[in-house]
């Protein structure tokens, strides 16, 4: 079996991080999988570029210009936006005519527009695609933060100036996305329970099935080390408590950073021998610009990307924190996890999925700071933190290991591939 994988970028982003575990552990276990990407970083070669370069750039700036022409000149939301009005035709690739399955991932950002979505399906060939988010079920929106206007079909989009109209673009791009998986065998997978609770509400997916499968890890790669040595590399004290918080961007509202600060204030409100005992670790970019902002000495880590640096920033930890306000299956708290760090994040999307509370950490009330400082509290007593680590490691060798992860895809492509040739 010859897979395909398709996402905007080889390394930057969670979904570029899932897609090469994914590509790994199906290599592993007996599928040759490849990725195509726009953006390739490295000299891997089982991730090939699509190629012509200046014709991906031109179709990431075309759709940014005209998303920005319908938000009346204004960057605010620019890039919570997606449209899929221009992109690169990848089913005239080698790579393309040689797979048996087309396995979509995140496409966004001038990668392939929704032409190229229909130019896929019209090839015959099986494909699977993995939300990353909500895009795929909606019109432009990657998060729906609780609008619910998808389930029938967007419009008055809240992302757009005055909150849209009847017929705004939102409006219009679902009328294409519609026309386009109507009628059409896709098989969509969720990376969360949650996740696919959301997208079989939507219009989109009336006649669509949707499993749930998580992203897979390399427990080989993320296990647990040495704390004290681990701290030694990457110049974090040895003799304190440490708080951990990662986000490629540290400063994305939907990653919760002012309910972090706000707990942590809580936390030394209530006892200030804490600014003693406790640091925090930031780990992203954009980090040095929240230091400042909390009451705890913090050490911004900036963006890294190697996974040997990324595994000592976790082992160096004793709780990691992520109050995302509306998330995924985030790889954060799955890496934390295989490095043996309980976690603590609030009852939102796919996140008590992942932690279970007071088992593997402890599972916030949403958007709740109080309850947050309780948990982090809570499970950087001394007591339950070797606990929590055992089971933190065997929740991800049992769920998200890339043997556990591959077979269960393997599953989904070989029952694509039948149903494709039924219907031939």
Known sequence: MNVLIINTSEKNGGAAVASNRLMNALNNNGVKARMLVRDKETDEITVAPVGRPWRAQWAFLWERLCIFLHLHLKREHLFEIDTANAGI??????YFKEADVIHLAWIN???????????ILDSGKPVVWTMHDMWPATAICHYTRGCRNYQSSCHDCRLLP?????NDLSAKVWRKKHSIVHNRTIQFVACSRWLQRQAEQSGLFRHQNVAAIPNPINTHIFQPSDKAEARKRINLPTGKRIILFVSQKVTDERKGMKYF????????DADPTVKDTTVVAILGGHGEEIAGQLPLPAYPLGYVSEDRVIVDVYNSADVFVL????DNLPNTIMEAMACGVPCVGFNVGGIPEMIEHKKTGYVAKERDADDLAKGINWVLEPAQRKLLAKNAVDKVQHCYSERAVA????????????????NI
């Open 323 to 326: 109050p995302s306000l509306e």
């Open 89 to 94: 035709d990848i089913t005239q690739t080698r």
């Open 261 to 268: 600060i706000e707990a942590t204030q809580k936390m030394t």
């Open 162 to 166: 005055g909150g849209g109209s009847r």
């Open 109 to 119: 950002q001038g990668y392939i527009s929704l032409k190229g979505i229909r130019r």
């Open 407 to 422: 077979m269960q895809y393997i599953d989904i492509y070989t029952d694509a591939m039948a149903q494709r040739r039924y």
